[in-house]
């Protein structure tokens, strides 16, 4: 049965593929799995019909065959354990696979989206730009760790894996800024996902969904 994953109907992030829909895009394209989208409002997150998808009301959800998941990294772990070339073979090296997402979701992105809700939301309060400087520092940080760990290589670990594409979709949210930019290696690791094919086809795809959906 072809899975149906929800999206958002259209992203604050004007088409630029950073919701979290395009982590389960991506995997699925990776995967060559075809797949249905049901674009959602912010609204219709929180009506019953897809609260009883996701308890918390977001997207992206992903159904097959009366499987009903959410959570963006359990999708994409879903996906690379039913399909070949998103988790190595080799038990372990598959463990270690799995070890980057989660370093991703839990170690890497917390301080990026701290940072970014900070500067979103916290702009007028008194202790904005002294707590700016301590942000920045905390993402500058864990950016060093990773860089020195991804050194000259190609991926994280070996072969292209769902870590790096997990770890690839989350420093996407600092692309452009200088955080990122002073790790040319970084970049290089976030430039190499991007070039994929299927990043590629993910990409154009919520692409066409966002210019699509109706105007604010
Ligand atoms: N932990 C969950 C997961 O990984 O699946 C988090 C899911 C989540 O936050 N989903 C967002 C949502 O549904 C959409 S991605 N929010 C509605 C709500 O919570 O009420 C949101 C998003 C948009 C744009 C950016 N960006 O520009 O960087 C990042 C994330």
Same mark, same amino acid.
């Not at 399909?83 to 080799?90: A, I, K, N, Y």
């Not at 050194?151 to 070996?158: H, N, Y």
């Given at each position: 049965m072809t899975p149906t994953i929800t999206v958002l109907e !259209? =992203?604050? $992030? /004007?088409?630029? /593929?950073?919701?979290?829909d395009m982590p389960v895009r991506w995997a699925l394209e990776e995967a060559g799995q075809q797949y249905e989208v049901r674009p959602v409002s912010f609204k219709a997150m929180k009506e019953p019909a897809h609260l009883a998808r996701h308890p918390f009301g977001q997207i992206p959800t992903y159904e097959e065959d009366g499987l009903a998941l959410f959570e963006s990294g359990a999708i994409v772990l879903h996906i690379a354990q039913h =399909? @070949? /070339? &998103? %988790? @190595? !073979?080799?038990a372990n090296a598959g463990a270690r696979a799995v070890t980057w997402m989660f370093a991703a979701l839990s170690t890497i992105e917390p301080p990026i989206v701290e940072r970014e809700m900070t500067m979103l %939301?916290? !702009?007028?309060?008194? +202790?904005y730009t002294e707590r700016l400087p301590l942000l920045d520092t905390r993402v500058n940080d864990r950016l060093g760790q990773l860089s020195r760990r991804l050194? $000259?290589?190609? +991926? &994280?670990?070996?072969e292209f894996s769902a870590g790096d594409l997990m770890v690839v979709s989350v420093l !996407?949210? %600092?692309? /452009?800024?200088d955080l990122l930019n002073q790790y040319a290696n970084l970049n290089a690791y976030v430039a190499r996902g991007e070039a994929r094919p299927a990043f590629k086809r993910a990409f154009e795809a919520q692409l066409k969904i966002f210019n699509a959906s109706p105007k604010d």
């Open positions: !259209r =992203s604050p $992030d /004007g088409g630029q /593929g950073l919701a979290r =399909s @070949p /070339g &998103l %988790l @190595p !073979r080799d %939301l916290e !702009r007028d309060k008194v +202790w050194g $000259d290589g190609e +991926w &994280l670990d070996g !996407r949210r %600092l692309t /452009g800024e």
